[in-house]
């Protein structure tokens, strides 16, 4: 079955600083990826997504993710944390067939100035 | 292009009222998805829509839930005698291309008092 992991609940990190939010997939073909950023009371926006082709992905606002097969992971990555990026981040992965996403539960980002 | 269009933003109701919630999706986009987020977990899949036909439902929809797209554009999503554990954030979104990344709505966020 399909699922997501997100090890860290919450992840406090001061502004400037650099930022990975882990996630671990579990899923019998080739996933599709994808980080969302949901902010206090709003809709999910999408991040990145990963279909194959280059394991390193560039998202919007200087996110990337890395897609590591061999330890089912994609985790997402800032080099330098804005105040502006407090949020809650989800991990998904998306079946072969696209009718659904499972989302992973979610780290809540804490900045700090 | 307005984005995936939600109404209402909240509702409050009474336990055993029914409710309405409606989604408008990206006019382009042929498919159509509704999510369920509680409090502190990602975004869980409810049911999607292909045009007008309905061709998945989770076993999240119990028979009090009813979604309908008619005409393949607009969606409703109804709950009948609404229990204090339908009290979730309802959250729609909508496609043109299998796992392209669904764009969200901003969500009917429903409490049940």
Not at chain 1, 58 to 74: L, P, T
Not at chain 1, 99 to 110: A, H, K, P, R, V
Request: with cysteine; net charge neutral; glycine share 8%.
């Amino acid at each position: 079955a399909q699922s997501v992991t997100q090890p860290d609940i919450h992840i406090t990190v001061s502004e400037g600083a650099s930022l990975e939010l882990r996630c671990n997939y579990s899923y019998g073909a080739t996933p599709y990826l994808f980080w969302y950023v949901q902010s206090p009371g709003q809709g999910l926006q999408l991040l990145l997504k990963y279909f194959s082709g280059d394991t390193l992905v560039q998202g919007i606002k200087g996110f990337e993710a890395e897609f590591k097969r061999s330890q089912s992971s994609f985790n997402l990555r800032k080099p330098s944390v804005h105040w502006s990026d407090a949020a809650e981040y989800f991990c998904a992965v998306g079946t072969n067939t696209g009718n659904q996403f499972y989302f992973g539960t979610g780290t809540s980002l804490t900045v700090i100035p | 292009d307005t984005g995936v269009s939600q109404d209402p933003r909240h509702k409050i109701t009474k336990r055993g009222q029914n409710v309405t919630f409606r989604c408008d999706p990206i006019s382009e986009h042929n498919r159509l998805y509704w999510y369920r987020q509680t409090l502190g977990q990602g975004p869980e899949f409810l049911t999607y829509f292909q045009n007008e036909a309905q061709l998945e439902k989770s076993r999240l929809l119990s028979d009090r839930f009813s979604a309908e797209r008619p005409k393949g554009s607009f969606s409703t999503l109804e709950i009948q005698r609404t229990e204090q554990g339908d009290s979730a954030m309802y959250l729609c979104a909508s496609s043109f291309t299998d796992n392209y990344g669904y764009t969200f709505g901003s969500g009917t966020r429903l409490t049940v008092v």
